[in-house]
């Protein structure tokens, strides 16, 4: 895998009413290193899915250009949305192969199954998971595709709180296990420490990197969340803008 520069010019939308045109994203840089998990951090309408989508090829319309290595090219993604978006009429193996279309790909399946700890629930219809069970799902569907890059788009919001702490674990085993890129969505900065290896605080509309922090926790005492609160603290006070993006 080669590292991924994202270079956005300028993104607008049609401001309702107005002449002039609502400026969502402009000049924004970002370098995404080979195998590194990055989080982004940023108020609710700063503009981080539509960075997400402008990465995933789904929005076109937009100034700027995505860098991998050092040639102009669209990464093969793997994208997890906030709803798991799973085919009701489909098993989640279902939901997974169609995805898939080499014989040493459907193999994987199984592998990523049972790091998900899903292997029981494979031929379950998704009305009968959980939540946090359809989420896993569709984290297997992302890695299963080899991404070069993983978006992640607040994947576990409305999880309870020991819910959301087992999908973690279990997305780092994945992680850990696979080495992909990872862009992350949240809005919960203890989470963002608990994943990270780089953290990106943004501004409001139009988006901007206001700072970039190296999470300095070894990941062996990421599940100690003294270790988490005590490094989220010395960024409140370090950083104090960084308040108003959570």
Same mark, same amino acid.
């Given at each position: 895998m080669s590292d991924i520069?994202?270079?956005?010019?300028?993104?607008?939308?049609?401001?309702?009413?107005?002449?002039?045109?609502?400026?969502?994203?402009?000049?924004?840089?970002?370098?995404?290193?080979?195998?590194?998990?990055?989080?982004?951090?940023?108020?609710?309408?700063?503009?981080? =899915? =539509?960075?997400?989508?402008?990465?995933?090829?789904?929005?076109k319309d937009y100034e700027g250009e995505i860098l991998v290595g050092f040639e102009q090219a669209q990464p093969k993604i793997g994208y997890v949305f906030q709803n798991p978006r799973l085919l009701p009429w489909r098993t989640v193996r279902?939901?997974?192969?169609?995805?898939?279309?080499?014989?040493?790909?459907?193999?994987?399946?199984?592998?990523?199954? @049972?790091?998900?700890?899903? =292997?029981?629930?494979?031929?379950?219809?998704?009305?009968?998971?959980?939540?946090?069970?359809?989420?896993?799902?569709s984290i297997i569907r992302a890695f299963a595709v080899d991404p070069d890059v993983l978006l992640m788009d607040e994947p576990f919001v409305s999880l309870d709180a020991p819910t959301a702490r087992q999908v973690r674990e279990l997305l780092l085993r994945l992680w850990q296990d696979?080495?992909?890129?990872?862009?992350?969505?949240?809005?919960?900065?203890? @989470?963002?420490i608990a994943l990270a290896d780089r953290l990106i605080f943004l501004s409001a509309a139009p988006m901007r990197v206001i700072t970039e922090v190296t999470v300095p926790v070894p990941r062996a005492d990421r599940g100690d969340e003294k270790a988490i609160e005590v490094f989220r603290q010395q960024l409140l006070n370090d950083y104090p803008e960084i308040k108003q993006l959570l």
């Open positions: 520069q994202i270079n956005i010019h300028s993104k607008n939308y049609p401001a309702i009413g107005q002449a002039s045109h609502h400026k969502a994203i402009k000049d924004f840089k970002l370098l995404l290193r080979s195998g590194e998990f990055v989080c982004l951090v940023g108020p609710s309408g700063c503009g981080k =899915t =539509t960075l997400l989508n402008i990465i995933a090829d789904l929005d279902e939901n997974l192969e169609l995805v898939l279309g080499s014989d040493q790909a459907l193999v994987n399946i199984d592998h990523l199954l @049972e790091v998900m700890q899903l =292997t029981q629930s494979q031929h379950v219809y998704p009305e009968r998971l959980s939540l946090g069970m359809s989420r896993r799902v696979r080495s992909h890129t990872v862009l992350f969505v949240t809005h919960d900065l203890r @989470e963002a």
